[in-house]
Protein backbone atom coordinates (compact mmCIF):
# COMPACT_ATOMS: atom_id res chain seq x y z
CA UNK A 1 0.00 0.00 0.00
CA UNK A 2 1.31 3.35 -0.98
CA UNK A 3 0.96 6.22 0.79
CA UNK A 4 0.06 8.43 -2.66
CA UNK A 5 -2.57 5.92 -3.87
CA UNK A 6 -6.70 6.16 -2.69
CA UNK A 7 -6.44 2.87 -0.58
CA UNK A 8 -3.96 4.55 1.66
CA UNK A 9 -5.16 7.92 1.66
CA UNK A 10 -9.23 7.57 1.52
CA UNK A 11 -9.11 4.35 3.47
CA UNK A 12 -6.83 3.08 5.79
CA UNK A 13 -5.38 6.27 6.89
CA UNK A 14 -8.76 7.70 7.89
CA UNK A 15 -9.88 3.94 9.36
CA UNK A 16 -6.04 3.79 11.38
CA UNK A 17 -7.10 7.30 12.98
CA UNK A 18 -10.50 7.08 13.69
CA UNK A 19 -10.10 3.50 15.53
CA UNK A 20 -6.58 4.57 17.63
CA UNK A 21 -8.16 7.65 18.71
CA UNK A 22 -11.95 6.25 19.26
CA UNK A 23 -10.12 2.80 21.05
CA UNK A 24 -8.22 5.47 23.18
CA UNK A 25 -10.84 7.53 24.17
CA UNK A 26 -13.19 4.64 24.99
CA UNK A 27 -10.37 2.17 26.28
CA UNK A 28 -7.02 1.54 28.35
CA UNK A 29 -4.11 3.05 26.44
CA UNK A 30 -2.69 0.09 25.75
CA UNK A 31 -5.79 -1.07 23.78
CA UNK A 32 -4.73 1.56 21.53
CA UNK A 33 -1.84 0.61 21.10
CA UNK A 34 -2.82 -2.69 20.27
CA UNK A 35 -5.23 -1.66 17.60
CA UNK A 36 -2.55 0.71 16.22
CA UNK A 37 0.39 -1.79 16.04
CA UNK A 38 -2.20 -4.37 14.58
CA UNK A 39 -2.96 -1.45 11.86
CA UNK A 40 0.22 -1.45 11.03
CA UNK A 41 1.26 -4.72 10.37
CA UNK A 42 -1.62 -4.95 8.02
CA UNK A 43 -0.01 -2.25 6.12
CA UNK A 44 3.20 -4.26 6.07
CA UNK A 45 1.41 -7.34 4.77
CA UNK A 46 -0.49 -5.70 2.05
CA UNK A 47 2.39 -6.00 0.34
CA UNK A 48 3.50 -9.39 1.09
CA UNK A 49 1.86 -11.11 3.64
CA UNK A 50 4.12 -13.83 4.11
CA UNK A 51 6.65 -11.49 4.80
CA UNK A 52 4.62 -10.50 8.26
CA UNK A 53 6.51 -13.82 9.71
CA UNK A 54 9.74 -12.44 8.84
CA UNK A 55 9.15 -8.82 10.59
CA UNK A 56 7.39 -10.21 13.96
CA UNK A 57 10.30 -12.25 14.20
CA UNK A 58 12.68 -9.46 13.86
CA UNK A 59 10.79 -7.60 16.73
CA UNK A 60 10.66 -10.89 19.39
CA UNK A 61 14.10 -11.78 18.81
CA UNK A 62 15.39 -8.57 19.13
CA UNK A 63 13.19 -7.65 22.12
CA UNK A 64 13.96 -10.38 24.20
CA UNK A 65 17.65 -9.61 23.36
CA UNK A 66 17.47 -5.78 24.26
CA UNK A 67 15.41 -6.58 27.66
CA UNK A 68 18.43 -9.63 28.50
CA UNK A 69 20.80 -6.75 27.76
CA UNK A 70 18.82 -3.66 30.12
CA UNK A 71 19.44 -6.42 33.07
CA UNK A 72 21.31 -6.15 35.37
CA UNK A 73 21.29 -9.97 36.17
CA UNK A 74 23.57 -10.32 32.96
CA UNK A 75 26.54 -8.65 34.55
CA UNK A 76 29.36 -9.78 32.49
CA UNK A 77 30.76 -7.63 30.01
CA UNK A 78 31.63 -10.40 28.07
CA UNK A 79 28.62 -12.62 27.97
CA UNK A 80 27.17 -8.94 27.79
CA UNK A 81 29.49 -8.37 24.09
CA UNK A 82 28.79 -12.15 23.18
CA UNK A 83 24.87 -11.63 23.40
CA UNK A 84 25.59 -7.79 21.32
CA UNK A 85 27.40 -9.50 18.75
CA UNK A 86 25.12 -12.47 18.73
CA UNK A 87 21.77 -9.98 17.91
CA UNK A 88 24.25 -7.77 15.39
CA UNK A 89 25.16 -11.30 13.52
CA UNK A 90 21.58 -12.49 13.32
CA UNK A 91 20.51 -8.74 11.84
CA UNK A 92 22.94 -8.51 9.66
CA UNK A 93 22.44 -11.86 8.42
CA UNK A 94 18.90 -11.56 7.45
CA UNK A 95 19.75 -8.05 5.28
CA UNK A 96 22.93 -10.28 4.34
CA UNK A 97 20.99 -13.09 2.98
CA UNK A 98 17.38 -11.17 1.48
CA UNK A 99 19.74 -8.57 0.12
CA UNK A 100 22.67 -9.24 -1.25
CA UNK A 101 23.28 -13.33 -1.06
CA UNK A 102 22.35 -13.03 -4.62
CA UNK A 103 24.43 -9.89 -5.21
CA UNK A 104 27.51 -12.43 -3.61
CA UNK A 105 26.87 -14.66 -5.34
CA UNK A 106 26.93 -13.58 -8.78
CA UNK A 107 29.91 -11.93 -8.19
CA UNK A 108 31.90 -15.26 -7.27
CA UNK A 109 30.38 -16.63 -10.57
CA UNK A 110 31.86 -14.05 -12.31
CA UNK A 111 35.49 -14.26 -10.81
CA UNK A 112 35.98 -17.57 -10.29
CA UNK A 113 33.57 -19.03 -13.44
CA UNK A 114 31.76 -20.60 -11.05
CA UNK A 115 27.89 -21.61 -11.11
CA UNK A 116 26.05 -20.88 -7.94
CA UNK A 117 22.45 -20.37 -7.96
CA UNK A 118 20.37 -19.41 -5.39
CA UNK A 119 17.02 -18.99 -7.38
CA UNK A 120 15.40 -15.81 -6.63
CA UNK A 121 14.98 -14.19 -3.23
CA UNK A 122 12.60 -11.66 -3.01
CA UNK A 123 14.04 -8.21 -0.91
CA UNK A 124 11.08 -7.61 1.64
CA UNK A 125 10.15 -4.25 2.05
CA UNK A 126 11.84 -1.82 4.65
CA UNK A 127 13.94 -4.90 5.68
CA UNK A 128 17.04 -2.49 5.78
CA UNK A 129 15.19 0.37 7.77
CA UNK A 130 13.37 -2.08 10.65
CA UNK A 131 16.74 -3.72 11.30
CA UNK A 132 18.78 -0.95 11.12
CA UNK A 133 16.38 0.86 13.83
CA UNK A 134 16.72 -2.13 15.73
CA UNK A 135 20.62 -2.84 15.68
CA UNK A 136 20.41 0.88 17.43
CA UNK A 137 18.36 -0.13 19.68
CA UNK A 138 20.51 -3.29 20.87
CA UNK A 139 23.68 -1.02 21.06
CA UNK A 140 22.06 1.47 23.22
CA UNK A 141 20.77 -1.20 25.79
CA UNK A 142 23.82 -2.70 25.66
CA UNK A 143 25.66 0.65 26.69
CA UNK A 144 22.92 0.82 29.13
CA UNK A 145 20.78 3.72 27.73
CA UNK A 146 17.90 2.27 27.13
CA UNK A 147 14.78 1.16 29.66
CA UNK A 148 13.01 -1.93 29.70
CA UNK A 149 10.10 -0.71 27.81
CA UNK A 150 6.22 -2.74 27.54
CA UNK A 151 6.07 -5.02 24.67
CA UNK A 152 3.37 -3.56 23.01
CA UNK A 153 4.88 -0.26 22.86
CA UNK A 154 8.16 -1.56 21.32
CA UNK A 155 6.28 -3.09 18.69
CA UNK A 156 4.95 0.01 17.97
CA UNK A 157 8.73 1.88 18.13
CA UNK A 158 8.94 -1.06 14.91
CA UNK A 159 6.56 -1.16 12.81
CA UNK A 160 5.19 2.23 13.36
CA UNK A 161 3.46 2.39 9.57
CA UNK A 162 4.81 6.39 8.81
CA UNK A 163 7.98 5.14 9.32
CA UNK A 164 8.33 1.36 8.34
CA UNK A 165 9.17 1.07 4.88
CA UNK A 166 11.21 4.04 4.34
CA UNK A 167 12.38 5.58 7.56
CA UNK A 168 13.71 7.46 8.70
CA UNK A 169 15.37 6.02 10.97
CA UNK A 170 14.12 6.38 14.56
CA UNK A 171 15.97 5.95 17.64
CA UNK A 172 13.94 4.50 20.60
CA UNK A 173 14.84 7.47 23.11
CA UNK A 174 12.78 9.43 20.39
CA UNK A 175 9.64 7.76 20.07
CA UNK A 176 9.23 5.34 22.74
CA UNK A 177 8.69 8.00 24.94
CA UNK A 178 6.00 9.45 23.42
CA UNK A 179 4.11 6.33 23.06
CA UNK A 180 4.18 6.76 27.11
CA UNK A 181 2.19 9.58 26.96
CA UNK A 182 -1.18 9.92 27.36
CA UNK A 183 -2.19 12.89 26.15
CA UNK A 184 -1.08 11.32 22.22
CA UNK A 185 -4.46 8.97 22.56
CA UNK A 186 -7.10 11.23 22.51
CA UNK A 187 -7.47 13.28 19.49
CA UNK A 188 -6.56 16.41 18.96
CA UNK A 189 -7.50 19.25 16.49
CA UNK A 190 -3.74 20.98 15.94
CA UNK A 191 -2.00 17.40 15.35
CA UNK A 192 -4.41 16.49 12.87
CA UNK A 193 -4.36 19.75 10.87
CA UNK A 194 -0.37 19.84 11.03
CA UNK A 195 0.04 16.80 10.21
CA UNK A 196 -2.79 16.92 6.92
CA UNK A 197 -0.60 20.06 5.93
CA UNK A 198 2.59 18.13 5.77
CA UNK A 199 1.12 14.83 4.70
CA UNK A 200 -0.91 17.65 1.75
CA UNK A 201 2.65 19.37 0.56
CA UNK A 202 4.63 15.94 0.37
CA UNK A 203 2.02 14.36 -1.51
CA UNK A 204 2.17 17.50 -4.05
CA UNK A 205 6.09 17.04 -4.40
CA UNK A 206 5.58 13.31 -5.09
CA UNK A 207 2.85 13.61 -7.72
CA UNK A 208 3.18 16.64 -9.59
CA UNK A 209 7.17 17.00 -9.22
CA UNK A 210 8.66 13.82 -8.81
CA UNK A 211 6.33 11.67 -11.26
CA UNK A 212 6.55 14.18 -13.80
CA UNK A 213 10.23 15.31 -13.87
CA UNK A 214 10.63 11.36 -14.16
CA UNK A 215 9.21 11.43 -17.38
CA UNK A 216 12.45 12.86 -18.57
CA UNK A 217 15.04 11.03 -16.88
CA UNK A 218 13.94 7.17 -17.48
CA UNK A 219 13.92 7.48 -21.65
CA UNK A 220 17.88 9.08 -21.15
CA UNK A 221 19.13 6.17 -18.74
CA UNK A 222 16.93 3.34 -20.49
CA UNK A 223 18.51 4.95 -23.55
CA UNK A 224 22.03 4.46 -22.36
CA UNK A 225 20.95 1.27 -20.86
CA UNK A 226 20.32 0.03 -24.41
CA UNK A 227 23.59 1.07 -26.49
CA UNK A 228 22.38 4.28 -27.79
CA UNK A 229 24.72 6.94 -28.50
CA UNK A 230 23.59 10.08 -26.37
CA UNK A 231 24.26 13.67 -26.94
CA UNK A 232 25.82 15.53 -24.57
CA UNK A 233 22.84 17.87 -23.74
CA UNK A 234 20.62 14.92 -23.84
CA UNK A 235 22.39 13.46 -21.22
CA UNK A 236 22.73 16.28 -19.02
CA UNK A 237 19.19 16.73 -19.28
CA UNK A 238 18.40 12.75 -17.94
CA UNK A 239 20.77 13.49 -15.52
CA UNK A 240 19.75 16.95 -13.94
CA UNK A 241 15.95 15.08 -14.19
CA UNK A 242 16.54 12.33 -12.26
CA UNK A 243 18.43 14.50 -9.69
CA UNK A 244 15.52 16.46 -9.22
CA UNK A 245 13.24 13.42 -9.50
CA UNK A 246 15.19 11.78 -6.68
CA UNK A 247 15.23 15.26 -4.98
CA UNK A 248 11.25 15.50 -4.63
CA UNK A 249 10.56 12.15 -4.28
CA UNK A 250 12.73 11.80 -1.25
CA UNK A 251 11.70 14.83 0.17
CA UNK A 252 8.37 14.39 -0.63
CA UNK A 253 8.32 11.08 1.40
CA UNK A 254 10.26 12.16 4.38
CA UNK A 255 7.06 14.86 4.21
CA UNK A 256 4.55 12.46 3.85
CA UNK A 257 5.97 10.26 6.72
CA UNK A 258 6.71 12.96 9.29
CA UNK A 259 2.83 14.34 8.49
CA UNK A 260 1.21 10.92 8.97
CA UNK A 261 3.09 10.61 12.28
CA UNK A 262 1.97 13.83 13.69
CA UNK A 263 -1.78 13.28 12.59
CA UNK A 264 -1.20 10.48 15.67
CA UNK A 265 0.26 12.64 17.73
CA UNK A 266 3.51 11.23 17.31
CA UNK A 267 6.72 13.74 16.10
CA UNK A 268 9.52 12.09 14.10
CA UNK A 269 12.83 13.39 13.38
CA UNK A 270 13.84 15.55 10.24
CA UNK A 271 15.25 12.85 7.28
CA UNK A 272 15.86 16.03 5.14
CA UNK A 273 16.69 19.30 5.12
CA UNK A 274 17.33 21.31 1.42
CA UNK A 275 20.49 19.23 0.75
CA UNK A 276 21.02 21.28 -2.82
CA UNK A 277 21.62 24.33 -0.46
CA UNK A 278 25.06 22.83 0.90
CA UNK A 279 27.64 24.50 0.35
CA UNK A 280 30.34 21.13 0.75
CA UNK A 281 29.94 17.63 0.64
CA UNK A 282 30.20 17.19 4.49
CA UNK A 283 27.18 19.62 4.53
CA UNK A 284 24.93 18.16 2.39
CA UNK A 285 25.23 14.67 4.04
CA UNK A 286 24.15 16.31 7.45
CA UNK A 287 21.16 17.69 5.18
CA UNK A 288 20.69 14.25 3.17
CA UNK A 289 19.11 11.28 4.79
CA UNK A 290 19.91 12.60 7.88
CA UNK A 291 18.54 9.63 10.09
CA UNK A 292 20.90 6.85 7.26
CA UNK A 293 23.88 9.42 8.34
CA UNK A 294 23.61 9.80 11.93
CA UNK A 295 23.25 5.61 12.01
CA UNK A 296 26.25 4.96 9.98
CA UNK A 297 28.22 7.80 12.27
CA UNK A 298 27.27 6.35 15.61
CA UNK A 299 27.23 3.45 14.70
CA UNK A 300 29.77 2.66 12.43
CA UNK A 301 32.20 5.74 11.93
CA UNK A 302 32.68 6.28 15.73
CA UNK A 303 33.52 2.74 16.66
CA UNK A 304 35.84 2.61 14.12
CA UNK A 305 37.79 5.53 15.70
CA UNK A 306 36.16 8.20 14.21
CA UNK A 307 38.49 11.36 13.80
CA UNK A 308 40.28 9.93 16.89
CA UNK A 309 43.44 7.82 15.80
CA UNK A 310 45.12 10.10 13.21
CA UNK A 311 44.42 11.95 9.68
CA UNK A 312 45.09 8.46 7.70
CA UNK A 313 42.75 6.35 10.06
CA UNK A 314 39.98 8.94 9.48
CA UNK A 315 40.23 8.88 5.83
CA UNK A 316 40.20 5.40 5.59
CA UNK A 317 37.22 5.35 7.99
CA UNK A 318 35.31 7.67 6.17
CA UNK A 319 35.83 5.91 2.80
CA UNK A 320 34.52 2.22 5.24
CA UNK A 321 31.69 3.98 5.93
CA UNK A 322 30.65 5.30 3.03
CA UNK A 323 31.32 2.64 0.49
CA UNK A 324 29.47 0.14 2.89
CA UNK A 325 26.67 3.15 2.69
CA UNK A 326 26.56 2.48 -0.86
CA UNK A 327 26.33 -1.05 -0.37
CA UNK A 328 23.25 -0.38 2.45
CA UNK A 329 21.58 0.98 -0.85
CA UNK A 330 21.99 -1.36 -3.17
CA UNK A 331 23.40 -4.98 -4.25
CA UNK A 332 24.92 -3.62 -7.25
CA UNK A 333 28.92 -2.36 -7.87
CA UNK A 334 27.13 1.10 -8.79
CA UNK A 335 26.26 1.47 -5.44
CA UNK A 336 29.55 0.60 -4.06
CA UNK A 337 30.94 2.94 -6.69
CA UNK A 338 28.78 5.59 -5.82
CA UNK A 339 29.28 5.28 -2.03
CA UNK A 340 33.22 5.17 -3.34
CA UNK A 341 32.61 8.77 -4.79
CA UNK A 342 30.78 9.88 -1.84
CA UNK A 343 33.83 8.98 0.35
CA UNK A 344 36.45 10.23 -2.00
CA UNK A 345 34.50 13.66 -1.91
CA UNK A 346 34.68 13.67 2.08
CA UNK A 347 38.29 13.17 2.25
CA UNK A 348 39.04 15.47 -0.58
CA UNK A 349 36.95 17.83 1.37
CA UNK A 350 38.80 17.32 4.79
CA UNK A 351 41.83 17.91 3.14
CA UNK A 352 41.14 21.38 1.48
CA UNK A 353 40.08 22.31 5.27
CA UNK A 354 43.79 21.54 6.41
CA UNK A 355 45.08 23.18 3.67
CA UNK A 356 42.81 26.43 4.81
CA UNK A 357 43.99 25.89 8.50
CA UNK A 358 47.62 25.65 6.76
CA UNK A 359 47.18 29.75 5.39
CA UNK A 360 45.94 30.38 8.94
CA UNK A 361 41.89 30.94 7.66
CA UNK A 362 38.76 30.61 9.90
CA UNK A 363 37.02 27.23 8.72
CA UNK A 364 34.24 27.78 11.16
CA UNK A 365 33.63 31.38 9.72
CA UNK A 366 30.36 31.70 7.20
CA UNK A 367 32.91 32.51 4.11
CA UNK A 368 31.26 35.60 1.70
CA UNK A 369 28.20 34.91 -0.56
CA UNK A 370 30.27 34.53 -3.67
CA UNK A 371 32.36 31.66 -1.58
CA UNK A 372 28.89 30.11 -0.32
CA UNK A 373 27.51 29.64 -4.22
CA UNK A 374 30.57 28.43 -5.51
CA UNK A 375 30.57 25.77 -2.74
CA UNK A 376 26.72 24.97 -3.65
CA UNK A 377 27.40 24.62 -7.60
CA UNK A 378 30.69 22.95 -7.35
CA UNK A 379 28.53 20.52 -4.61
CA UNK A 380 25.75 20.38 -6.58
CA UNK A 381 28.03 19.38 -10.06
CA UNK A 382 29.94 16.13 -7.87
CA UNK A 383 26.41 14.79 -6.35
CA UNK A 384 25.00 14.91 -9.86
CA UNK A 385 27.61 13.19 -11.17
CA UNK A 386 27.85 10.62 -8.41
CA UNK A 387 23.60 9.87 -9.01
CA UNK A 388 24.61 8.67 -12.28
CA UNK A 389 26.05 5.58 -11.03
CA UNK A 390 23.05 5.38 -8.52
CA UNK A 391 20.53 5.56 -10.93
CA UNK A 392 22.07 3.54 -13.92
CA UNK A 393 21.17 -0.11 -14.41
CA UNK A 394 24.71 -0.96 -15.21
CA UNK A 395 28.19 0.12 -15.29
CA UNK A 396 28.14 0.47 -18.50
CA UNK A 397 25.01 1.92 -19.15
CA UNK A 398 26.73 4.69 -15.93
CA UNK A 399 29.80 4.96 -18.29
CA UNK A 400 27.55 5.39 -21.61
CA UNK A 401 25.92 8.64 -19.61
CA UNK A 402 29.42 9.94 -18.40
CA UNK A 403 31.15 9.69 -21.55
CA UNK A 404 28.17 11.75 -23.21
CA UNK A 405 28.39 14.58 -20.16
CA UNK A 406 31.95 15.01 -20.32
CA UNK A 407 31.84 15.79 -24.12
CA UNK A 408 33.22 12.06 -25.22
CA UNK A 409 30.22 12.35 -28.19
CA UNK A 410 30.63 15.87 -28.57
CA UNK A 411 29.07 19.05 -27.14
CA UNK A 412 25.61 19.50 -28.87
CA UNK A 413 23.35 22.36 -27.48
CA UNK A 414 20.16 23.54 -27.99
CA UNK A 415 19.23 25.48 -31.13
CA UNK A 416 17.93 28.70 -29.54
CA UNK A 417 21.56 29.10 -27.27
CA UNK A 418 23.11 29.88 -30.53
CA UNK A 419 21.84 33.27 -30.12
CA UNK A 420 24.43 33.98 -26.53
CA UNK A 421 27.09 30.93 -27.52
CA UNK A 422 27.45 31.83 -31.53
CA UNK A 423 31.01 33.01 -31.01
CA UNK A 424 31.95 29.09 -29.74
CA UNK A 425 34.21 27.40 -32.47
CA UNK A 426 31.89 25.52 -34.45
CA UNK A 427 34.41 22.01 -34.68
CA UNK A 428 33.85 21.81 -30.77
CA UNK A 429 30.27 23.10 -30.08
CA UNK A 430 27.20 21.96 -32.45
CA UNK A 431 23.98 23.93 -31.95
CA UNK A 432 20.95 21.15 -32.31
CA UNK A 433 21.51 19.46 -28.78
CA UNK A 434 20.81 15.88 -30.19
CA UNK A 435 22.62 13.45 -32.01
CA UNK A 436 20.92 12.20 -35.37
CA UNK A 437 19.01 8.90 -34.07
CA UNK A 438 18.01 9.58 -30.58
CA UNK A 439 15.45 7.83 -28.93
CA UNK A 440 14.70 9.96 -26.46
CA UNK A 441 12.98 12.91 -27.33
CA UNK A 442 15.40 15.34 -25.87
CA UNK A 443 15.48 18.38 -25.18
CA UNK A 444 12.04 19.35 -25.41
CA UNK A 445 10.94 22.52 -24.05
CA UNK A 446 8.87 21.22 -21.17
CA UNK A 447 11.99 18.81 -19.75
CA UNK A 448 13.99 22.31 -19.75
CA UNK A 449 10.98 23.95 -18.05
CA UNK A 450 10.49 21.39 -15.45
CA UNK A 451 14.52 21.16 -14.28
CA UNK A 452 14.99 24.42 -15.01
CA UNK A 453 11.52 25.47 -12.31
CA UNK A 454 12.96 22.49 -10.09
CA UNK A 455 16.32 23.76 -9.26
CA UNK A 456 14.81 27.14 -8.45
CA UNK A 457 12.67 25.82 -6.15
CA UNK A 458 15.20 23.40 -4.73
CA UNK A 459 17.83 26.30 -4.12
CA UNK A 460 15.61 29.25 -3.22
CA UNK A 461 12.22 28.38 -1.93
CA UNK A 462 11.75 27.60 1.63
CA UNK A 463 11.83 24.10 2.83
CA UNK A 464 8.47 22.43 4.25
CA UNK A 465 10.10 23.00 8.23
CA UNK A 466 10.71 26.67 7.28
CA UNK A 467 7.01 26.61 5.72
CA UNK A 468 5.42 25.03 9.02
CA UNK A 469 8.45 26.78 11.57
CA UNK A 470 5.30 27.93 13.92
CA UNK A 471 3.80 24.37 14.42
CA UNK A 472 6.92 22.90 15.06
CA UNK A 473 6.90 20.00 12.76
CA UNK A 474 9.28 17.84 13.02
CA UNK A 475 10.65 15.96 16.67
CA UNK A 476 14.21 18.23 16.30
CA UNK A 477 13.44 21.35 14.71
CA UNK A 478 14.15 24.03 15.04
CA UNK A 479 16.60 23.35 18.13
CA UNK A 480 18.68 21.23 16.29
CA UNK A 481 19.06 23.63 13.08
CA UNK A 482 19.27 27.41 14.60
CA UNK A 483 20.16 28.20 11.03
CA UNK A 484 16.91 27.10 9.74
CA UNK A 485 15.36 30.19 11.58
CA UNK A 486 13.80 32.59 8.92
CA UNK A 487 14.57 36.21 10.93
CA UNK A 488 12.90 38.66 8.81
CA UNK A 489 12.61 37.70 5.39
CA UNK A 490 9.96 38.31 2.92
CA UNK A 491 8.11 34.54 3.35
CA UNK A 492 8.07 34.69 6.74
CA UNK A 493 4.67 36.32 6.92
CA UNK A 494 3.61 33.75 4.29
CA UNK A 495 4.23 30.61 7.09
CA UNK A 496 1.83 28.80 7.65
CA UNK A 497 -0.88 29.17 9.99
CA UNK A 498 -4.59 27.38 10.67
CA UNK A 499 -6.55 29.61 8.94
CA UNK A 500 -9.31 29.56 5.80
CA UNK A 501 -7.10 30.71 3.63
CA UNK A 502 -4.60 28.40 4.22
CA UNK A 503 -6.58 25.64 4.11
CA UNK A 504 -7.98 26.38 0.61
CA UNK A 505 -4.32 26.67 -0.52
CA UNK A 506 -3.81 22.89 1.14
CA UNK A 507 -7.07 21.57 0.18
CA UNK A 508 -5.86 22.83 -3.88
CA UNK A 509 -2.62 21.03 -3.70
CA UNK A 510 -4.09 17.68 -2.37
CA UNK A 511 -6.83 17.63 -4.77
CA UNK A 512 -4.85 18.50 -7.64
CA UNK A 513 -2.67 15.52 -6.30
CA UNK A 514 -5.22 13.09 -5.82
CA UNK A 515 -6.38 13.91 -9.55
CA UNK A 516 -2.79 12.41 -10.87
CA UNK A 517 -3.25 9.92 -8.76
CA UNK A 518 -4.28 7.54 -11.82
CA UNK A 519 -1.54 5.61 -11.95
CA UNK A 520 0.36 5.53 -7.98
CA UNK A 521 4.48 4.90 -8.29
CA UNK A 522 6.51 3.83 -5.68
CA UNK A 523 9.25 5.70 -3.99
CA UNK A 524 12.62 5.54 -5.20
CA UNK A 525 13.52 4.73 -1.39
CA UNK A 526 11.71 1.68 -1.46
CA UNK A 527 13.64 -0.32 -3.49
CA UNK A 528 16.65 0.09 -0.80
Aim: hydrophobic share 50%.
Amino acid sequence: MLFNSYEFICVFLPIALLGFFTVGKIGHYRWAIAFLVAASLFFYGWWNPPYLLLILGSILFNYCLGSLLSKDSVSSTLKRKGLLIFGMAVNLGSIGYFKYANFFADTVNAIANANIDLGDIFLPLGISFFTFQQISYLVDAYNGETKEYNFLRYCLFVSFFPQLIAGPIVLHKEVLPQFAQKAIYHFNRENLSVGITIFSIGLFKKVIFADTVALYATPVFDAAANGATLSFFEAWCGALAYTMQLYFDFSGYSDMAIGAARMFGIKLPLNFNSPYKAVNISEFWRRWHMTLSRFLRDYLYIPLGGNRQGKIRRYVNLMITMLLGGLWHGAGWNFVLWGGLHGSYLVIHQQWLQFRKLLGQDIKAKGSWWSRVLGCVLTFFVVVVAWVFFRATSMEAAGAMLTAMFGGNGISLPGFTEKFLGFLPSAIVQFNGILAGSKTALPSPLAMFWIVLLLAIAWGAPNTQQWMERANPALDYPAEFPSGRLGNVWWEKLQWKPTPQWSVVVGLAAGLSLVFLLRPTEFLYFQF
